[in-house]
């Protein structure tokens, strides 16, 4: 059994910064791509950034310059530091990761419950 459990969602105000964390735990033999999603109220969800485990990352339109993905390979963590946050980044975040569980098990796609940012203008 895998679990991801993200933390470090909150409320701040417009400008300010929050960090959140994802960790990757139970039966897991390799981490491939990591990533963070978000979902707004109405909307659907979508990409916000995304981790290799080599360390190559990709990131929406919307938040470069002002977000970073990180990853810990020893402790199976994802993180995204969030700077200059907008009212229009309120969301749920949702981390993602792509897990082999065992050799043979191929690769399967594990998703957080979410974690919630409010950004109040």
């Known amino acids: 059994q895998v679990q991801l459990v993200e933390s470090g969602g909150g409320l701040v105000q417009a400008g ?7 960790a990757a735990s139970g039966s897991i033999f390799k981490i491939n ?6 979902q707004a ?13 080599g360390g190559s990352t990709n990131y929406a339109d919307s938040v470069k310059g002002r977000f970073t993905i ?7 963590t994802v993180y995204l530091q969030m700077d200059s946050l907008k ?6 975040y949702y981390c993602k990761a792509d ?3 065992n050799w043979l098990s191929g ?3 594990y998703w957080g419950q979410g974690t919630r940012v409010t950004v109040s203008s």
């Open 16 to 22: 300010g910064s929050l960090r959140l964390s994802c």
């Open 33 to 38: 791509a990591m990533g963070w999603f978000r």
């Open 41 to 53: 109220p109405g909307k659907q969800r979508e990409l916000v950034a995304v981790i290799t485990r």
């Open 70 to 76: 990180s990853r810990d390979n020893a402790k199976n």
């Open 87 to 92: 009212p229009e980044d309120t969301a749920v």
């Open 99 to 101: 897990i082999w569980i």
């Open 107 to 109: 690769e399967v796609e």
